[in-house]
């Protein structure tokens, strides 16, 4: 059965960094590409890029390019999400979610839910 | 990349059936027959339930099912029941790895 497990709950203070992982199982790991999901409280999912963990090709969604850095370490089957510098505005729940043989996202972590709050 | 476009609700009684349209553009759902339909509980992970416009993932019940024409994309679910209350979300691959979601519709079963 494949599984994306993501890290717990995050609390942070504006102009903080965090790292946020999600580790997949019941599949050969690094031959399938990962995304990063956003969505605010209360509103849509929008989408924020993409690694294949076999060679860490990422591709960003032009609105989050610059403002996080995915990357991927295969040697424990993990992706992350990262901010160098934390707003309140990131306050959100992030998912990752992995891109099925076709073009298409199928399997999905259980969120990780990131409040930045002073 | 637009947010596809969903309308905000619906509703239906058990046993009825329900459409929920997606409208896109040329440039995206309209382009590629990579249409995807998510269910979303309240506070859980989107559920896999439609993609490639039209194919339904195991485990998930035929009163499920998508088309797609032009520019839009539907899901119909027949035979509404009252576990059938969720967020839906529809998706697209839009090219060069990118992928658009719409803005969710709340289905209600009244």
């Known amino acids: 059965e494949v599984q994306l497990v993501q890290s717990g709950t995050e609390v942070k203070k504006p102009g903080e960094s965090l790292k946020i992982s999600c580790k997949g199982s019941g599949y050969t790991f690094t031959t399938y590409w990962i995304g990063w999901v956003r969505q605010m409280p209360g509103q849509g999912l929008e989408w924020m890029g993409i690694i294949y963990p076999g060679d860490s090709d990422t591709r960003y969604s032009p609105s989050f390019q610059g403002q996080v850095t995915i990357s991927a370490d295969k040697s424990v089957d993990s992706a992350y999400l990262q901010w160098s510098s934390l707003k309140a505005s990131d306050s959100a729940m992030y998912y990752c979610?992995?891109?099925?043989?076709?073009?298409?996202?199928?399997?999905w972590g259980q969120g990780t839910l990131v409040t930045v709050s002073s | 990349q637009s947010a596809l476009t969903q309308p905000r609700s619906v509703s239906g009684s058990p046993g009825q059936s329900v459409t929920i349209s997606c409208t896109g553009t040329?440039?995206?759902?309209?382009?590629?027959?990579?249409v995807s339909w998510y269910q979303q509980h309240p506070d859980k992970a989107p559920k896999f339930m439609i993609y490639?416009?039209?194919k339904r993932p195991s485990g998930v019940p035929d009163r499920f099912s998508g088309s797609k024409s032009g520019d839009t994309a539907s899901l119909t679910i027949s035979g509404l029941q009252a576990e059938d209350e969720a967020d839906y979300y529809c998706?697209?691959?839009?090219?060069?790895?990118?992928?658009?979601f719409g803005g969710g519709t709340k289905l209600t079963v009244l």
């Open positions: 490639d416009v039209n």
């Open positions: 979610a992995r891109r099925s043989s076709s073009w298409t996202i199928d399997s």
């Open positions: 040329s440039s995206d759902l309209g382009r590629y027959n990579y």
């Open positions: 998706c697209s691959y839009a090219g060069s790895y990118t992928w658009v």
